[in-house]
């Protein structure tokens, strides 16, 4: 295994914590946050077979008529998601 280091939100933390230790869910931070990650890859590669079949060989959309959501194919069709800065602000 390699070491990684990631910067989290304070209530990130506090939350893993509550999840870690004797009796808890998990043994360590790190295997919560491997468990997590793993489960997430998964479920991501999934999502990633099923656009390239079928369908969903579609680009995102940008809605012409309110620029600052996207429309991005997915299994049910189209999700809508606003266009966010890296501070969270909506974008426009």
Known sequence: ??????????????KIK????????????SELIRVAIREFLISEIKKAKMIKIGNL????????KNLGFV?????????????????GRFVQ
């Open 57 to 64: 060989n579609k680009q995102p959309i940008i809605n012409e």
């Open 18 to 29: 509550g999840l870690v230790g004797d009796g808890a869910l998990y043994p360590s931070r």
């Open 71 to 87: 429309q991005v194919p997915c299994s049910e069709g189209f999700k809508t998601y606003k266009i966010v800065d890296k501070a």
């Open 1 to 14: 295994m390699k070491i990684i280091t990631i910067n989290l939100p304070v209530q990130f933390i506090n």
